[in-house]
């Protein structure tokens, strides 16, 4: 028995082994640890934030598994072998001119509404890169305009330009909040601090209602994260809002707010997420 | 032989549910006070890390093991009932003690599931407190509802074993009618038991299915993670494709590894009697596991879609992104799979008398079935560099790449299936001669049919390179459903045909060649592997995720590993998981022993 034992046994292993080295032999990808991708893109060279970009397109930024660089059957996704040379053109069409100025813009536009243009005979499958699970920051993506600008034409895109998100930035935002949050508290207790006790109101409007000496706060628990908003309470010229002045906001809210009050108010002004008027 | 059904009738009902309740008990206990000790000594955190392996492959290794007898512990039941059902409808009592032979496995099986899942509790727990706390706040109702089911699992299961004898009584001895209505009465309770216990058993892997799911295809939740809706969260995208490809999964498991289990005591039989009596049973168990093998594809094509729905990018990184060379592995397990149990059907011919009579078509079936997996596992996208691509002229091989598209392997796992499905037509027609007048008439409407579905499957694959995906994508619902039909048609005449067949000669069990059982044990092992492969996919689908575009994986070590790495953790699970199996198979034998032993003293 123990002689056909063994040979069964032998058998298991051979056909584990088999599975191991097959899985072993076929090309063998990974995706960076997440901690590699913090790269200080602001010393860069020209050519080093092309490369930079086109890592991203061929790993992180996902950009390969649909488009192809040279393939003229390209199916899924627009080929993207030269299309430094056709952004020009695709901003001047018909349909882009006036909404868009020139080829940077276009692509832009291409990676923060994909929809918004689509080349023709392709469908709208492609994802804002700014978002979640792709989520691109804003200088890596200004690392793939560089690249895709270098495909066919000339690189003017560097680390240090500013490109025009105006019609994504809430969206972006609120996509570079991202991660979950603890939200402790109770937002109706909140809502009674803001209101009744800390009169928070009388400076700071909300929904159309309150005071105008501090920023409205009808929008702030879209925007914003929960450390943010304890900070602006506890200590608020740590960060003064643009076109508003210091020492406005009193400091005494740290001798005055217990940890439970501040969990309550960070909690209901987290609720708060409408349109600011 | 050792006649496992013989033991244990001393065991009361009471005394074997007492047992039960009492080990899950002793585990939630120690899980408890482990938890209580931890909170104690560890302070908060986000990470933690475990020695050597880290916490990555430390979750993996206990998940998968877990997931391995959970598997086994499911799968087995379901094998039991259905054996049990046909002992009951043909009053063969073979069946019967055969069900009742694997059932005894699962008081073992059970505890070591149990054990696993208070070590992954543990682990998660543990190592991942920030995952483990926002999982929590989404899903802590549908623990006391797990908890509930793991309960009344054990309560079933146990009452399921210890009453078999008593509720079963002298149903299979007594000749007389009136005896057996009465033991009927008492047959089918215990078949309801053993019903219940699979239902408990599905309602148990539903649950844990929605937490698993939820981290893939979330749903319920806004963009930061705050619950909307409970239900939406349970039933997100791909919860109810999960749930069914995981429930065919697990039949295919069980029925696979009881057919390894008798293709071990075949190798290992002393005597004719025993080969015969192990023959038997493994043909039995491949037989189920081959049932539930055929829909399979079908169900992992509907998840397949369901994960495309959900998220396009995802669906492209799956088949078309890092993931696509997994799908060449996945294809060569599953190609094994069909090609082992085809072959097995091929070489069981040989012990019926008249099955020498269908040799000759196992030629251009098995060239069927090489092209079809050779084909299903071309590769389409290959990684490569930009330079790399531009020399290529795409990222496809300009030969062979032409084969690696859906549209060439869906049609050739339809095509696939169907071979597999004409062996098995032939294997039951090996010892019979049809009597019926119109048998001529009635195998040229089978053999159109096959045709025509085949005729079908192929049309729709070379039309599908020229329509628009979305088209495409379609036609597989209608290949699909073509097979079925074959398949369901050709059966249902087939059975209509050789009633009152003229029969050739009695299947002589035991006359098989040992490689036939080889092929057994193949099918067993390459079932676990697949299983692992397919739960790392799962899994590293989030990638740099732990709930899919709701909470990164903000530890420092965290990346998708390559598919290397993943087949060798794999492959030591796969190896843990054999081991631990003998294990228990080993002492369920040396239990028997020790009580006939006993009793014959």
Redesign the interface.
């Known amino acids: 028995?123990n002689k056909?034992?063994s040979?069964?046994v032998l058998?298991?292993?051979v056909?584990?082994?088999l599975?191991?080295y097959?899985?072993?032999s076929?090309?063998?990808?990974?995706?960076?640890?997440?901690?590699a991708g913090n790269l200080d893109y602001s010393k860069m060279s020209q050519d080093e934030f092309v490369k930079a970009g086109?890592k991203i397109?061929?790993g992180k930024g996902?950009c390969?598994?649909?488009h192809?660089?040279?393939?003229?059957?390209?199916?899924?996704a627009p080929d993207l072998?030269n299309v430094g040379a056709r952004i020009e053109a695709r901003a001047q069409e018909p349909e882009n001119r006036g909404r868009l100025k020139n080829g940077v813009d276009y692509l832009v536009e291409s990676l923060h509404e994909p929809s918004a243009y689509v080349v023709k005979d392709f469908?709208p499958?492609m994802?804002k890169i700014f978002?979640?699970?792709?989520a691109l920051s804003r200088m890596e993506i200004k690392a793939v305009i560089a690249f895709l600008q270098s495909r066919g034409g000339k690189v003017t895109v560097t680390p240090q330009t500013v490109l025009d998100t105006s019609r994504w930035d809430t969206e972006i935002a609120?996509a570079e909040?991202?991660?979950?949050?603890?939200?402790k508290g109770h937002p109706q207790l909140g809502a009674e601090l803001f209101f009744n006790q800390m009169k928070c109101v009388a400076c700071h409007k909300v929904n159309g209602s309150g005071g105008v000496l501090g920023p409205d706060l009808t929008a702030i628990g879209a925007i914003n994260t929960v450390d943010y908003l304890k900070d602006s309470i506890l200590d608020p010229n740590k960060v003064v809002v643009k076109g508003y002045k210091p020492n406005v906001m009193p400091r005494f809210f740290k001798n005055h707010l217990s940890d439970a009050d501040l969990d309550n108010l960070v909690a209901f002004l987290m609720t708060l997420k409408g349109e600011t008027h | 032989m050792k006649d496992v059904t013989e033991v244990d009738s001393g065991q009361s009902v009471l005394g074997g549910l007492k047992k039960g309740l009492v080990k899950i008990a002793l585990i939630f206990a120690a899980l408890y006070l482990a938890v209580h000790f931890l909170n104690r000594v560890v302070s908060p955190a986000d990470y933690r890390a475990f020695p050597v392996i880290g916490s990555r492959v430390a979750a993996w290794i206990v998940a998968q093991l877990h997931l391995y007898f959970a598997a086994f512990v499911l799968g087995v039941p379901i094998f039991a009932v259905i054996t049990e059902i046909v002992a009951w409808k043909t009053k063969d009592e073979r069946y019967d003690k055969l069900a009742h032979e694997f059932t005894k496995l699962l008081s073992l099986a059970f505890t070591i599931t149990a054990i696993f899942g208070a070590f992954l509790f543990l682990g998660l727990y543990f190592l991942y407190p920030k995952f483990f706390?926002?999982m929590g706040k989404i899903f802590k109702p549908t623990y006391f509802v797990y908890v509930s089911l793991i309960l009344g699992e054990v309560i079933y299961a146990y009452l399921y074993y210890y009453s078999w004898n008593f509720l079963t009584g002298n149903y299979f001895k007594r000749s007389a009618i009136s005896d057996q209505q009465s033991a009927t009465h008492h047959k089918s309770l215990h078949i309801m038991i053993g019903v219940l216990l699979n239902v408990w058993g599905t309602l148990m892997m539903f649950t844990a299915d929605a937490w698993v799911t939820f981290m893939m295809s979330p749903a319920g939740v806004d963009?930061?993670?705050?619950l909307q809706n409970m239900w939406k969260a349970v039933n997100n995208y791909t919860w109810m494709p999960v749930n069914i490809h995981r429930l065919l999964g697990n039949v295919a498991f069980g029925g696979f590894v009881a057919g390894a289990y008798a293709a071990?005591k075949f190798?290992?039989a002393k005597t004719e009697e025993e080969k015969a009596h192990y023959d038997w049973m493994g043909y039995t168990g491949n037989f189920v596991g081959i049932c539930a093998m055929i829909p399979l594809p079908f169900a992992g094509y509907y998840l397949a879609r369901e994960v495309y729905a959900f998220?396009?990018?995802?669906g492209?990184?799956m088949m078309?992104?890092?993931f696509s060379?997994l799908f060449?592995?996945q294809a060569?397990?599953i190609g094994v799979i069909f090609l082992s149990a085809n072959y097995y059907f091929w070489i069981g011919m040989s012990r019926i008398s008249g099955g020498e009579r269908f040799a000759k078509h196992q030629i251009w079936m098995l060239a069927v079935l090489v092209l079809g997996v050779a084909i299903w596992m071309t590769p389409h996208?290959?990684?490569m560099?930009?330079k790399e691509?531009?020399r290529?002229?795409?990222?496809?091989h300009p030969l062979v790449g032409v084969f690696g598209v859906m549209s060439a392997k869906n049609s050739v796992v339809n095509l696939i299936i169907l071979t597999t499905f004409v062996s098995w037509l032939l294997y039951r027609r090996a010892d019979k001669i049809e009597m019926a007048g119109w048998s001529k008439k009635g195998k040229m409407v089978q053999s159109a049919i096959l045709g025509l579905a085949a005729a079908v499957v192929i049309f729709l694959g070379v039309y599908g390179y020229y329509v628009p995906?979305?088209v495409r994508i379609g036609f597989s619902v209608y290949q699909v459903l073509s097979v079925l039909f074959a398949m369901v048609s050709v059966t249902t005449i087939d059975i209509f045909l050789f009633r009152n067949a003229k029969r050739l000669g009695d299947i002589q069990w035991g006359k098989m060649p040992a490689r036939s059982q080889?092929a057994l044990?193949?099918l067993a092992?390459?079932i676990i592997?697949l299983m692992g492969l397919m739960g790392y996919l799962r899994s590293g689908l989030r990638?740099?995720?732990h709930?899919?575009?709701?909470?990164?994986?903000?530890?420092?070590?965290?990346?998708?590993?390559?598919?290397?790495?993943?087949?060798?953790v794999?492959?030591t699970t796969?190896?843990a998981f054999?081991a631990l199996l003998v294990f228990i198979f080993w002492l369920g034998e040396e239990k028997v022993s020790g009580k006939q032993g006993a009793s014959s003293e």
């Not at chain 1, 990808?29 to 997440?34: K, L, R």
């Not at chain 1, 978002?131 to 792709?134: A, L």
């Not at chain 2, 963009?223 to 705050?226: H, L, V």
């Not at chain 2, 709930?547 to 060798?568: E, Q």
């Open positions: 028995m056909a034992f040979k069964i058998f298991v292993f056909a584990i082994a599975f191991v097959l899985g072993n076929v090309p063998q990808v990974s995706t960076e640890q997440a901690g086109e397109v061929m996902t390969y598994i649909c192809t660089i040279g393939d003229h059957n390209a199916t899924r072998n469908s499958i994802p978002k979640p699970p792709i609120r909040k991202g991660e979950v949050e603890e939200i | 706390a926002f963009e930061f993670g705050r071990v190798l290992l998220n396009q990018t995802m492209v990184t078309g992104g890092i060379w060449i592995i060569v397990l996208n290959m990684p560099t930009s691509m531009i290529t002229g795409g990222a496809f995906a979305a080889y044990i193949l092992v390459t592997l990638e740099s995720w709930v899919y575009a709701v909470m990164r994986d903000t530890h420092p070590g965290a990346f998708t590993p390559t598919l290397g790495f993943a087949c060798n794999i492959a796969a190896l054999i």
